[in-house]
């Protein structure tokens, strides 16, 4: 089974960055959308932002536009999530997740990595 690796988590001060990375375990994986989740205790989970693989649009939950970015590697089985000016409320696991459609995605109904925890204290 091809699996999403996430790597990059960590502790981080308040208005600092980080950068997540997700790999699928094959190279030849692709799906048309990538993103990423998080869940922080206690809370619901919800999408971040995902990237249209075939056109590389990318697409921010509110709370995040202008701080974070998602990027895909030149192969499409790797996307990354540039944290900039980082927040106590982005304090959560945050997990990889492919799909095939827009609402396997946002339904979160694709691929799951095992998730990442990022602190912001």
């Known amino acids: 089974d091809v699996q999403l690796v996430e790597s990059g988590g960590g502790s981080v001060q308040d208005g600092g960055t980080h950068r997540l990375s997700c790999t699928a375990s094959?190279?030849?994986?692709?799906?048309?959308?990538m993103g990423w989740f998080r869940q922080a205790a206690g809370k619901e989970r919800e999408w971040v932002a995902y990237?249209?693989?075939?056109?590389?649009?990318?697409y921010y939950i509110d709370s995040v536009k202008g701080r974070f970015t998602i990027s895909r590697g030149d192969a499409r089985n790797t996307v990354y999530l540039q944290m900039n000016k980082l927040k106590h409320e982005d304090t959560a696991m945050y997990y990889c997740v492919a799909a095939t459609t827009f609402s396997a995605f946002v339904d979160g109904r694709g691929d799951w990595g095992q998730g990442t925890q990022v602190t912001v204290s």
């Open positions: 990237i249209y693989t075939p056109t590389r649009m990318s």
């Open positions: 094959a190279t030849t994986y692709s799906r048309d959308f």
